[in-house]
Nanobody, 118 residues
Framework: QVQLVESGGGLVQAGGSLRLSCAAS????????MGWYRQAPGKQRELVAV???????NYADSMKGRSTISRDNAKNTVYLFMNAMKPEDTAVYYC????????????WGQGTQVTVSS
């Protein structure tokens, strides 16, 4: 059974920082692209950041310079550190595990709410 369990969401003031964690089980973690996405009310889900099995990363333009994604393959956990947070960062943040190819998969966590107050 695959599980992606996010934690670390909550209320933070503008300019503050937050670290999200996503613990994965039931997948070969080291072979998966691990991503963070977010969805604000009335908007489509969008990519925040992704980290690839080799450690390469990709960030949304809005998060470049304000966030860092990292992974710990020994703990099957991916992290997203965000700082200089803005009210427009308010959203539900979802963890994603994706693997391409014949044995591919695309799994989502249940989401964690992040609210940035002005």
């Amino acid at each position: 059974q695959v599980q992606l369990v996010e934690s670390g969401g909550g209320l933070v003031q503008a300019g503050g920082s937050l670290r999200l964690s996503c613990a994965a089980s039931g997948i070969i973690f080291s072979l998966n692209d691990m991503g963070w996405y977010r969805q604000a009310p009335g908007k489509q889900r969008e990519l925040v950041a992704v980290i690839f099995p080799g450690g390469g990363t990709n960030y949304a333009d809005s998060m470049k310079g304000r966030s860092t994604i990292s992974r710990d393959n020994a703990k099957n956990t991916v992290y997203l550190f965000m700082n200089a947070m803005k009210p427009e960062d308010t959203a539900v943040y979802y963890c994603n595990a994706r693997r391409y190819g014949p044995l591919g998969n695309n799994y989502w966590g249940q989401g964690t709410q992040v609210t940035v107050s002005s």
